[in-house]
C-alpha cells in the first residue's frame, strides 16, 4: 500500500528566501507525481505534475524534481513571497487499475513572513 | 471555461440523517473522483466514476455511495451521517483516467454533522 509523507508539517519563512518542500512515497511503481496548493477553506489547484518517465518540471518560480529510485519528490520555490503561504500536497497516482487514482500527503503549511 | 463546481458549499446535517453532494466538471471532463479531507485523515480517496460507472473505489463503508450522470454531473451520498462523517468533500475531474490526467479541484463541500 502507497504511502506518502511530507516533511515538515509546517515551515515558516521571511520574504525572499528560497525554500524547498519534501514528499517521499513508499511504492516507487507510480504513473505520476503532482504537487498542489490549497488555501485555507478552498480547493486543490494543481501545480505541477511530473510523469514518471520525466525527473523535473518547471512553472515560473516553481520548480519540481521527482527521483523515483529513492521515492522522493522536491518542490523548490524560489525568491517566496507572502501569496504562497498556503498548504503544499503532493500526491502519486499509481498505473495499476483498481488503486486509488491519487494517494496524498498531509501536506506541508507554508507561512512566508512580510 | 469554467471550472468544477461543487454544490452546496457549506451543508449542516444531524447524526442520523442523509446528505447529497453534486459535482459538476469542466466541460469535457469523462472523469469525476471525491475526496474526504479531515485535520486528522488528510485526504482520503472515496471513489472514481467515468462516464457514468464506477471505476475506482476507496475504503470507506457502503453509507458512502455515489453516481454519475450521462453529462459527466456526479452526486455523492451518504446514507445515516455520523459526527466522524464532518469534512471537507472534495470532487474533481479529468478529461480521463484520474491516474493518468491532471485532475481539477472544486472548491469543495464543507458539512458538518451536529
Known amino acids: 500500500k502507497q504511502e506518502v509523507t511530507q516533511i515538515p508539517a509546517a515551515l515558516s519563512v521571511p520574504e525572499g528566501e528560497n525554500l524547498v518542500l519534501n514528499c517521499s512515497f513508499t511504492?516507487?511503481?507510480?504513473?505520476?507525481l503532482q504537487w498542489f496548493r490549497q488555501d485555507p477553506g478552498k480547493g486543490l489547484t494543481s501545480l505541477l505534475l511530473?510523469?514518471?518517465?520525466?525527473r523535473e518540471q518547471t512553472s515560473g518560480r516553481l520548480n519540481a524534481s521527482l527521483d523515483k529510485s529513492s521515492g522522493r519528490s522536491t518542490l523548490y520555490i524560489a525568491a517566496s513571497q507572502p501569496g504562497d503561504s498556503a498548504t503544499y500536497l503532493c500526491?502519486?497516482?499509481?498505473?495499476?487499475?483498481?488503486?486509488?487514482?491519487?494517494?496524498f500527503g498531509k501536506g506541508t503549511r507554508l507561512s512566508v513572513i512580510a | 471555461k469554467a471550472g468544477v463546481t461543487q454544490t452546496p458549499r457549506y451543508l449542516i446535517k444531524t447524526r442520523g440523517q442523509q446528505v447529497t453532494l453534486s459535482c459538476s466538471p469542466i466541460?469535457?471532463?469523462?472523469?469525476v473522483s471525491w475526496y474526504q479531507q479531515t485535520p486528522g485523515q488528510g485526504l482520503q480517496f472515496l471513489f472514481e466514476?467515468?462516464?457514468?460507472?464506477?471505476?475506482n473505489k476507496g475504503n470507506f463503508p457502503g453509507r458512502f455511495s455515489g453516481r454519475q450522470f450521462s453529462n459527466s454531473r456526479s452526486e455523492m451520498n451518504v446514507s445515516t451521517l455520523e459526527l466522524g462523517d464532518s469534512a471537507l468533500y472534495l470532487c474533481?475531474?479529468?478529461f480521463g483516467s484520474g491516474v493518468r490526467d491532471i485532475q481539477y479541484f472544486g472548491a469543495g463541500t464543507r458539512l458538518s454533522v451536529l
Open positions: 474533481a475531474s479529468s
Open positions: 511504492d516507487s511503481a507510480i504513473y505520476n
Open positions: 511530473i510523469q514518471s518517465s520525466q
Open positions: 500526491a502519486a497516482s499509481h498505473y495499476y487499475s483498481g488503486n486509488t487514482p491519487l494517494v
Open positions: 466541460s469535457g471532463h469523462r472523469s
Open positions: 466514476y467515468f462516464s457514468e460507472t464506477q471505476r
